[in-house]
């Protein structure tokens, strides 16, 4: 839990900017990932990475890219290709287990905003 | 892939009684099951996780049970306080989609 660093905590957007959001883990985790929050609503994964150099779209990556060039960095890129960008981001990283389920870990949290 | 629904979407208690949230998933291959609770504005965080092969699974006040012939799995939590008062998510993970599929959450209050 304390190893997931996220920054910024809050970020406002104009119309048209790319914007990268920070996470650095210390928990010598192979797996990342980046969900998406908007009120009222459940995490939606955008993009997930199992080791370094390599990574996954989730269910709704239009719009957001990702780098693994470190194990322990994953940022996400918010392009003005998303349309509607404003939600809380959450990073958060497991251990890279194949055959049974994954204890995912959450950072803080990043508030995104458009203005 | 997996789909997991989950219910109620609000709940209301009086301080001392329990609660029950329920979820459903789709993919029979999924075999563990987290539950997360997340306080406003802050990160979710794993409260008790079940794998498939179990039925049941307690930590004090709060309990997991899975059905995998139904598909199903419930949280419990026993003598609620204020403090329990949050969102819960379930998720699904382990089948044709190796990653944590949400449903998509409880806002639980507990009313003193």
């Known amino acids: 839990d304390g190893g997931i660093t996220q920054s910024p905590k809050y970020l406002f957007r104009k119309e048209g900017q790319n914007v990268t959001l920070s996470c650095e883990q210390n928990l010598n985790h192979d797996a990342m990932y980046w969900y998406r929050q908007d009120p009222g609503q459940g995490l939606r994964l955008i993009y997930y990475s199992q080791i370094v150099n390599d990574f996954q779209k989730g269910d709704i990556a239009e719009g957001y890219s990702v780098s693994r060039e470190k194990k322990e960095s994953f940022p996400l890129t918010v392009t003005s290709a998303q349309k509607n960008p404003t939600a809380f981001y959450l990073c958060?990283?497991?251990?890279?287990?194949?055959?049974?389920?994954?204890?995912?870990?959450f950072g803080e949290g990043s508030w995104l905003t458009v203005v | 892939g997996e789909n997991v629904e989950q219910h109620p979407s609000t709940l209301s208690v009086q301080e001392g009684d329990s609660a029950v949230i329920k979820c459903t998933y789709s993919d029979s291959a999924s075999n563990y099951f987290p539950w997360y609770k997340q306080e406003l504005g802050k990160r979710p965080q794993l409260i008790i996780d079940?794998?498939?092969?179990?039925g049941e699974k307690k930590d004090q006040r709060i309990a997991v049970t899975l059905n995998k012939t139904a598909k199903h799995f419930s949280l419990h939590i026993t003598e609620t306080q204020p403090e329990d008062s949050a969102v819960y998510f379930c998720?699904?993970?382990?089948?044709?989609?190796?990653?944590?599929?949400f449903g998509s959450g409880t806002q639980l209050t507990v009313l003193p």
């Open positions: 958060a990283s497991s251990t890279r287990q194949a055959n049974s389920g994954n204890t995912i870990y």
């Open positions: 998720a699904a993970s382990g089948g044709s989609a190796r990653q944590l599929t």
């Open positions: 079940i794998r498939s092969n179990v």
